[in-house]
């Protein structure tokens, strides 16, 4: 069960290791954190908790007696107090834990239902039921059952949680929200509430009050290092920090993760051969039908294994079809989702990988604390996020000058930059339909698209897009991946204080990657969301012939898009602000003709692009860790350098590893 470094475990993580039946693992972090939370109340109850299922009632009883005096209101520790004071309370509150523990959920089931018979006024009884409930996927009836609870001890954070976990997850989105916004009325700093909310609001669209809810209520930079974590995330997406600003934040993200490390680091015993094969790992949550598996799969199946070996560390709990076709491509596959930020890092040292990379940035999922720790001697950022990750122990970011022109962003950067002449790949995981014409010239009119995340639509997006509108007056925008109705009352609601009538505007739900591939024979070209743009779409969208007008931004994590049309000779598609978005979309709208001439040829100029070979970015991989390591074995630090083409050489084969 994966826990960060004991002395800064938040209380869900205890909960999380109660729940494993990792009793001992939650006591000994309990106690490391409480040196610094010393007046949680939570904390504590925690504490006691694990101490009671390991059978150590005295100090089970003074951790709950502590807590009750930091807590006198609370009736969740009030009543772990009153079942630790009854040896039969203990003994069925043990068999029960024991039970969903073994994975028993009848028996566990049995006995929360006999509980609640026994004490039909005890809250925990109820909570109890909807925890076995939920686990039997019983859902309907784990709601009702937890309603119970929270109206028996309307003050419990704990029984809260559990209703907004369960409603969340049933997609009960009305009611979902309103229950974590309940669990930060009683505990204002509770950070999955905190967490989730701002899930919520970006999945509406809104990264800025997603941003919000990740701040400490007291502190922009929430102490909290995932809360942080998930501020940056959410900060690079909708773009209400200056680069600037986003900078130091993730370099004070970087001074938190780094102070948390044990004093003693990792010493490294590798030999310091310049020449030799070379152990490289790559740390993931992605690696299952995701972009990021959609990208690395090519590279990892074209590097050459007589120079580098392949060591995958995949922290996902998704595993699907994909995952199974990864597997084979690496020498050694560790599943790591259940180890902890330490014993990562030591796995990883153990492991003797000479260079490390981190495929995820600050994503869901992300194992930056480890990197924090200096496992390997080299460490690099790559796919996963278009910023830094304000990691000093982070040597490199590998990228190209598509995505990262020189001069432009390296002082956005702890990392130095590592250019290949080009960084990513991309692999259509369907066979692509073939490109149909330009529908306008049937219609009569232009249709516009976006098949972005609607997370990414904010109301300056509208704003530019309803210019755009304006200046083609007879226009349609068909905006794809619009997952509920809400999200579309919110679009319709933010065109009509554009002037953007509703019957200009279509919404497509979220559909099958085939069925996704055709809705580009409806749209004449794609309007890209900002700051933050497309990346998969924008692949896509020249896949089918349909060109994308893009805004390119201050900072890298907003030029996904320029990148990609400077690859294939389309940079007058990029805007230099939005006056010029809504010039470039008009014209281009104006003239049929031209379009259907690109329309007719892009995917052929997209094929020939660098993203479609992978061998030449494996084969610039390999030159820049070998780079890497020669620096580091001549006790050199890391500098920004750059692959040349003339550098990288044809296709390799890859022998099976």
Request: charged share 20%.
């Amino acid at each position: 069960m994966a826990v960060r470094h004991k002395s800064i475990a938040s209380n869900i993580e205890l909960i999380r290791l109660l729940n494993f039946g990792e009793h001992a693992l939650a006591v000994d972090c309990a106690q490391a954190a409480l040196r610094n939370r010393p007046s949680d109340s939570k904390l504590w109850q925690l504490l006691g908790l694990g101490h009671m299922q390991l059978g150590q009632h005295r100090d089970a009883l003074a951790a709950l007696r502590r807590a009750a005096e930091l807590a006198p209101g609370d009736a969740e520790i009030r009543d772990n107090l009153r079942i630790l004071g009854t040896a039969a309370g203990t003994m069925a509150w043990q068999a029960f834990a024991a039970a969903m523990e073994a994975g028993d959920l009848p028996q566990a089931l049995s006995l929360a239902r006999r509980a609640v018979r026994d004490e039909p006024q005890e809250a925990a009884r109820h909570n109890n039921l909807a925890v076995a409930l939920a686990a039997s996927q019983r859902m309907s009836e784990a709601i009702d059952a937890s309603r119970r609870a929270v109206t028996l001890a309307p003050q419990s954070v704990e029984f809260q949680l559990n209703l907004a976990r369960f409603l969340t997850v049933t997609g009960q989105e009305a009611d979902g929200p309103a229950s974590y916004r309940r669990v930060l009325e009683l505990d204002p700093e509770n950070v999955e509430a905190r967490r989730l909310l701002a899930w919520h609001a970006a999945h509406r669209g809104d990264p800025a009050e997603a941003a919000a809810y990740c701040s400490a209520s007291r502190d922009e930079f929430p102490r909290d290092l995932s809360l942080f974590s998930n501020r940056l995330y959410y900060g690079t997406l909708d773009g209400s920090l200056a680069p600037e600003q986003s900078f130091a934040a993730h370099v004070e993200y970087g001074r938190r993760a780094e102070a948390a490390v044990p004093a003693a680091g990792f010493a490294f015993a590798q030999p310091c051969d310049p020449a030799r094969r070379l152990r490289v790992g790559f740390v993931s949550g992605d690696l299952y039908d995701h972009p990021v598996a959609g990208f690395i799969e090519p590279v990892w199946a074209a590097l050459d294994r007589t120079q580098i070996e392949v060591w995958v560390y995949a922290g996902g709990a998704k595993r699907d079809a994909v995952t199974e076709r990864l597997r084979p491509l690496a020498q050694v596959w560790r599943d790591v989702r259940d180890l902890g930020d330490e014993a990562l890092a030591a796995r990883i040292h153990a492991d003797a990988i000479d260079v490390l990379f981190d495929l995820s940035g600050h994503t869901a999922g992300h194992r930056l604390p480890s990197f924090a720790m200096k496992p390997a001697p080299l460490q690099v950022t790559w796919i996963g996020y278009p910023n830094t990750t304000g990691l000093r122990a982070m040597d490199y970011a590998l990228c190209d000058r598509f995505n990262a022109p020189p001069g432009l962003y390296e002082h956005f950067y702890v990392e130095k930059f590592a250019r290949i002449p080009c960084s990513g790949t991309f692999t259509p995981l369907v066979r692509l339909p073939e490109v149909g014409p330009l529908p306008a010239l049937a219609a009569g009119r232009v249709c516009f698209g976006s098949f972005n995340a609607v997370r990414k639509i904010g109301p300056e997006v509208v704003a530019g897009w309803a210019r755009v509108l304006h200046a083609v007056p007879d226009a349609r925008l068909l905006i794809g991946y619009v997952a509920a109705q809400a999200q579309a009352q919110r679009l319709e609601a933010e065109f009509a204080r554009q002037g953007i009538a509703a019957a200009r505007l279509q919404f497509r739900p979220p559909v099958a990657l085939a069925d996704y591939l055709a809705l580009y024979g409806e749209v004449d070209l794609v309007l890209d969301s900002w700051p933050y743009g497309g990346g998969t779409t924008t692949n896509y969208a020249l896949a089918m012939g349909v060109p994308v007008v893009t805004l390119r931004g201050a900072g890298r994590a907003h030029c996904q898009s320029a990148g990609v049309l400077g690859r294939i000779g389309l940079e007058d598609w990029v805007a230099r602000d939005v006056d010029e978005f809504v010039a470039i979309a008009a014209a281009r709208a104006g003239d049929l003709p031209a379009l259907a001439a690109l329309r007719a040829g892009l995917r052929d100029r997209w094929q020939a692009t660098p993203l479609r070979r992978p061998a030449t970015v494996a084969r610039g991989l390999e030159r820049a860790v070998r780079r890497m390591w020669q620096r580091w074995c001549a006790g050199l630090p890391a500098e920004h350098f750059e692959i040349g083409h003339d550098e990288v050489p044809g296709p390799v084969p890859a022998p099976a590893p």
